[in-house]
């Protein structure tokens, strides 16, 4: 599935003195399959973009086009944009509320009218999706869990509507780092099994750099640049203006290369880097 | 004769009343005045709790936490407690009670009644030391993250405390408001003398401290200078934890036979290594 967004501004409270514009003339095309990040400083209007893409909100001017469609044209059911835009919040533990794991899972696909077996179905395997598994888990209460393990379920609670597109707003923020890596390396897995579009809101570099395709860099309510990790890390100074930064991998090339060193900065992973130097260092021994 | 630690914590047990599991098991610890420590673990090992006993925000179950010589337990002097450790949470929106920046600092020294000269005189310094002297008039949302989080420090400065502690300060932040914060933090340890105890899962910042601790169930399982901490990889993988990027890189091109220091922790240090090999 494939997003449009045209020409949008969104404008909070407008003709009142507490009026802000959140974001300002947003043009984003994110087509079919595509892994991006949205990385910016915070306030930047990352949360406000993404929820423009469910329709959550509506643009003051401009459009969303989901698969050409336009989302707020007459005839389009916004409910069911919601179910294949699928949008997990930040801190998204925080929405849990039923007495057990199942039943929280189960809250949205129940009100899109499915029967009993096709709701337990979906609940099962949204589980399984997100590592945990359906028996030992499905009883229990979703307050039992770890930090990490009840983001999963909520995670799980969005993956049972079947979504075409998965957004997720700092799905890591908080987490250790292991159960960080988990809940990444499930974000790719689920990808390639579903063949998901899929937007991961950010504020760690390294984690985009490892992960997506493309880069979309807001500012002050900006897309201020789009590309791959490769064209946007290399702006370090630029991004550090724009309150962001890049991994400390790739900081560690630039600044061997600005000692003349004989090595490439184009470098997003440890293990580029490892071999970048690795090649540097026998160069040397040989010559 | 006064308590050489700063904050002592003497076989503190800790259970929540809703569970039948310890919480926190046999930790003994001395924080010395000035010293800067860094707590790292996984997530639900209990860092949290300690930071909270740290100023009696929680009461051990068993054992006793010591601050500047008085017991935590000892519920008349809690708020000599409390006004000598004081705590930054993770979000700062959470934190921030005011709707003008210099109000917001003011908060805690109104309620500990000091004059309103004197409250004014430790708002303005407050404020200078974590650099946000130009917003005293500000309207706190409308500043950056790293700010907000720089405001909530600086309302804890105001109370003048000896220890400040840290629960994941950076954790919501971008990356510069990330820097912003650590650097604030760096500063009142070397330059202010206060005692910092900081609880991060970013390795990176936790490299800055002088000891770090790691915990693991309740326990403090490993202990020791950042250098000889983030040595140890693979040991700190298996509990579910991380090294920063240049010691991971260290670790690997030292596995490849490539003759690089192991305990580097920072690209400082990379660089320099690197620069005598190539």
């Not at chain 1, 003339?25 to 469910?54: M, R």
């Not at chain 1, 919040?89 to 696909?109: C, K, M, N, R, S």
Request: charged share 25%; proline share 4%; with cysteine.
């Amino acid at each position: 599935m494939s997003i449009d967004v045209k020409n949008v501004t969104h404008v909070y409270m407008p003709n009142t003195p507490f009026e802000s514009i959140a974001i300002k003339d947003i043009n984003w095309t994110v087509k079919d399959g595509e892994f991006w990040g949205l990385i910016g400083h915070t306030g930047s209007g990352k949360s406000t973009l993404i929820q423009h893409l469910n329709g959550l909100l509506k643009p003051t001017s401009g459009e969303i086009f989901i698969n050409g469609k336009n989302i707020h044209s007459k005839g389009v059911k916004l409910k069911s944009i919601r179910q294949r835009v699928g949008l997990v919040f930040q801190y998204p533990e925080h929405q849990l509320f039923e007495e057990t794991i199942e039943q929280d899972v189960a809250f949205g696909p129940k009100n899109i009218g499915l029967t009993e077996e096709e709701i337990a179905g979906r609940v099962k395997e949204a589980l399984e999706l997100v590592g945990l598994s359906y028996e030992k888990v499905k009883d229990k209460s979703p307050f039992e869990l770890s930090g990490g393990q009840m983001r999963r379920v909520a995670i799980a609670g969005v993956l049972a509507m079947k979504p075409e597109i998965l957004i997720l707003d700092e799905p890591t923020a908080g987490l250790d780092p292991r159960g960080r890596d988990e809940i990444l390396e499930e974000i790719v897995a689920l990808k390639q099994k579903q063949k998901l579009t899929v937007i991961l809101v950010s504020h760690s570099m390294e984690d985009v750099a490892k992960l997506v395709d493309k880069l979309a860099v807001m500012y002050h309510g900006r897309i201020v640049s789009q590309g791959t990790p490769r064209e946007i890390f290399q702006d370090y100074a630029g991004l550090v203006e724009k309150g962001l930064g890049i991994p400390q991998i790739t900081e560690l090339m630039i600044k061997m290369k600005s000692k003349g060193k004989n090595v490439s900065s184009d470098i997003l992973t440890v293990d580029e880097a490892r071999a970048e130097i690795i090649k540097a260092v026998r160069r040397k021994g040989l010559a | 004769m006064k308590i050489a630690a700063e904050i002592t914590a003497l076989d503190v047990h800790y259970q929540y009343a809703a569970s039948s599991d310890l919480a926190l098991k046999n930790i003994n610890l001395k924080i010395k005045p000035g010293e800067f420590v860094a707590i790292i673990g996984p997530n639900g090992s209990g860092k949290s709790t300690l930071a909270k006993l740290f100023n009696g925000l929680f009461i051990p179950t068993k054992g006793d936490i010591i601050v500047d010589g008085f017991n935590t337990k000892n519920k008349d002097d809690i708020w000599k407690i409390r006004q000598r450790a004081g705590m930054v949470f993770q979000n700062p929106d959470n934190q921030i009670v005011a709707t003008i920046v210099q109000e917001d600092v003011a908060f805690g020294p109104e309620n500990l009644g000091i004059p309103p000269e004197e409250i004014r005189h430790r708002v303005k310094e407050a404020l200078k030391t974590v650099e946000l002297a130009d917003y005293a008039d500000k309207a706190p949302h409308l500043l950056s993250g790293g700010q907000k989080q720089r405001v909530a420090i600086a309302g804890i400065l105001a109370m003048k405390p000896d220890c400040i502690i840290l629960d994941e300060p950076t954790a919501m932040l971008d990356p510069v408001g990330r820097k912003e914060v650590i650097t604030t933090v760096k500063k009142l340890n070397k330059k202010e003398g206060k005692t910092v105890v900081l609880i991060t899962h970013f390795m990176e910042e936790a490299v800055c401290a002088d000891r770090v601790l790691v915990m693991e169930k309740g326990k403090i399982v490993m202990e020791g200078r950042p250098n000889e901490i983030f040595s140890q990889v693979e040991k700190l993988k298996k509990l579910g934890l991380d090294v920063p990027q240049v010691t991971e890189l260290a670790y690997q091109l030292a596995k490849d036979n490539v003759p690089v220091q192991r305990d580097i922790l920072t690209v400082g240090e990379m660089v320099d290594c690197l620069c005598q090999l190539m």
